[in-house]
């Protein structure tokens, strides 16, 4: 009914601005600390399409795109690039898109994440779920993608760039200071392991080829959070 839906909204209104509080603090924060000489550079990205323009009201780094809503990636940089560059062409406002927006999705099989790396270029992908993990708790031992996985993506999607490059002017390409360009299509996108990561097993997705892992728990719960980076960090190259 009407009462319903005005508390809903009045609900998700509220849900929206404590969200953007929270990202520009985290955004000031960054920024304060850019000139501290252990300052080590990261990127904040809010989650979800729907949170599209808190993102932008916070003027964070990107936003995370879930793999059933990849087909609103254009529209995403397109709205983006309208609120960022509102005078420019078109054609400028993609090119500074790239530079200043970071897209990224989910995957959770080869198929799926090759299709989405030829049709949306995200800049970075998750992918899994590859172990047990309470963010998925309906899936059991034979519904997970594995460890391997990650790793296989990042083969067949790089396989994939190798036979577009062969038509590419190499001077053309964009590539930024880490080597992963920035939804071009002519670079691999970085590929994080997801799915029950913990300190204990972060180094076997890395084994297989994952540049990283993402996770929550291990962290969020932890009596030290960032003790518990540090330790997965560390794990990640010590298997």
């Not at 920024?31 to 009201?57: C, F, G, R, T, W």
């Not at 800049?123 to 790793?151: I, R």
Request: negative net charge; aromatic residues 6%; hydrophobic residues 35%.
């Amino acid at each position: 009914d009407d009462t319903q839906s005005q508390s809903q909204s009045q609900s998700q209104s509220q849900f929206q601005q404590r969200l953007i509080h929270l990202a520009t603090q985290i955004m000031t924060n960054k920024e304060k600390h850019k000139s501290h000489p252990l300052y080590n550079d990261y990127k904040v990205v809010i989650n979800d399409v729907a949170n599209l323009q808190a993102a932008m009201e916070a003027n964070v780094d990107g936003i995370h795109v879930k793999e059933k809503d990849v087909h609103q990636i254009p529209y995403m940089r397109s709205t983006w690039a309208n609120a960022l560059f509102p005078q420019q062409q078109s054609q400028s406002q993609s090119q500074c898109l790239e530079k200043n927006m970071i897209v990224g999705t989910s995957a959770h099989s080869i198929e799926s994440a090759l299709s989405n790396h030829q049709l949306y270029k995200p800049d970075y992908m998750f992918v899994g779920t590859c172990y047990l993990t309470q963010s998925h708790p309906e899936k059991n031992a034979q519904d997970l993608e594995g460890p391997a996985l990650p790793g296989l993506v990042k083969v067949a999607i790089q396989k994939e760039i190798d036979s577009v490059k062969e038509d590419i002017d190499q001077d053309s390409i964009d590539i930024d200071k880490h080597g992963h360009g920035h939804g071009n299509g002519t670079v691999s996108p970085i590929i994080f392991a997801i799915g029950g990561i913990e300190r204990e097993n972060c180094h076997e997705p890395v084994g297989y080829g994952s540049d990283g892992v993402a996770v929550i728990r291990s962290v969020m719960q932890a009596s030290n959070p960032a003790l518990a980076v540090k330790n997965i960090k560390e794990g990640m190259h010590a298997g």
